[in-house]
């Protein structure tokens, strides 16, 4: 980075908010940071018999968040959406490296960021390893590396036919807070308060997705909603579904909504972090079991069938289980097209 105008150096920026922060974490006990911030490169040594998931995720000012975005929460975010991808293929968070662009050397924003960042790192024991710094218009980019033993990653191509479809935790708040923000909808302040964190601070659900490792034929992280992320598993496994909409997990606050807004927010909300995934009915106990010991509910919400002559479809059924009204079917199933970031 090239800031004459700066009275911070780029070594000095990178040494007092990114080196220090990582230097001040736990030593990593399995050793699989070979070499950390300060080289061209960082290594990884990874264990014998360990392969390494990699995801990068980019979060640009005005797509992704707004102009002066809390930026502790920010650091949080950049973060925890990588991990996310890590949960969602059951790997363990080793280390990550971050590119940013910065418009200015802004302290007070640096430290806050700073702050959120390695709040998430710590508690995740995922160090920074590297990066790069750089000025430019606001931009956060992430690549972060998790490990699973050999073979043993949760592809979104396993789902087969007659394996149920769970989800972790509840979906649909984090859509809420947004719409409650963007005043396109009234939510009592106090209600705004409980779920602002879904869509601000989501939390990854690493452990689970370590713990679905042995269950779990398909998995992945909701991003962009439940039931456009769930198509990416049948495309990817060639299989169809079938959906019970009264059975996707919601918060008591977005239950308080008009029926529509809550199928509409749990089946097509964006930025859940949740985990979706398929796995044998003989793993129900299993699954129930994994719920109990993470204190996370999972819900069975369908199960997967044949795919439809050459076609991977998605259907959605109501409380008696028929085949949802085909206008309301169609409409959930292209509206997560039109919240796609
Ligand atoms: P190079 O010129 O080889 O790309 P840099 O001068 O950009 O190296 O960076 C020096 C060291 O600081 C490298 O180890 C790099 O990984 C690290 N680094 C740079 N920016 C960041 C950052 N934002 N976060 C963590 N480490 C960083
Ligand atoms: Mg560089």
């Known amino acids: 980075m090239h800031s004459e105008s700066s009275p911070l150096g780029e070594f000095d920026l990178i040494q007092r908010f990114f080196k220090a922060g990582a230097d ?5 006990d399995e050793k699989t940071i070979a070499l950390g911030i300060g080289d061209d490169c960082a290594l990884l040594n990874p264990a014998a018999g360990e392969e390494i998931a990699i995801t990068s995720d ?11 975005a809390n930026p502790e929460l ?5 973060l925890a959406v990588n991990l996310s991808d890590l949960a969602a293929m059951g790997a363990k968070p080793i280390g990550f490296t971050l590119a940013i662009a910065l418009p200015t050397v802004d302290k007070a924003w640096l430290e806050a960021f700073s702050k959120g960042l390695f709040a998430v790192a710590n508690q995740y024991s995922c160090p920074l390893i590297g990066g790069d710094t750089t000025a430019g218009p606001l931009t956060i ?22 394996d149920d479809i769970w989800v972790s935790g509840a979906v649909g708040d984090a859509r809420l807070a947004l719409a409650a923000l963007r005043h396109e909808m009234n939510l009592p302040e106090n209600d705004l308060k ?36 769930l198509q ?41 972090y949740e985990i979706c995934f398929t796995a044998p009915i003989e793993k129900r106990d299993a699954i129930d079991k994994i719920s109990t010991a993470l204190n996370l509910p999972i819900t069975r919400i369908g199960s997967i069938t044949e795919k439809v002559g050459t076609t991977e479809k998605l259907f959605l059924l109501n409380k008696n289980g028929d085949l949802l009204d085909e206008i309301k079917s169609a409409a959930l199933l292209k509206s997560f097209d039109h919240f796609a970031k």
Do not use: W, Y
């Open 24 to 28: 001040a974490m736990r030593p990593n």
């Open 58 to 68: 980019m979060l640009v000012e005005g797509r992704h968040f707004f102009m002066g």
């Open 74 to 78: 920010l650091g949080r975010k950049a």
């Open 141 to 162: 980019s992430i690549t972060a590396f998790g490990s699973t033993p050999s073979g043993k990653s949760i592809h979104r191509s396993g789902a087969k036919k007659g």
């Open 194 to 229: 409980q779920i602002e964190h879904r869509m601000h601070n989501p939390t990854p659900r690493v452990d689970l997705g370590m713990k679905i490792r042995e269950v779990a034929s398909a998995a992945l992280d909701i991003s962009d909603g439940l039931l456009g992320d």
């Open 232 to 272: 990416h598993i049948l495309k990817q496994s060639q299989v169809s579904a079938e959906v019970f909409l009264d059975q996707l997990p919601k918060s008591e606050i977005l239950q308080k909504q008009s029926e529509d807004v809550q199928n509409q927010f749990a089946a097509c909300g964006g930025d859940d």
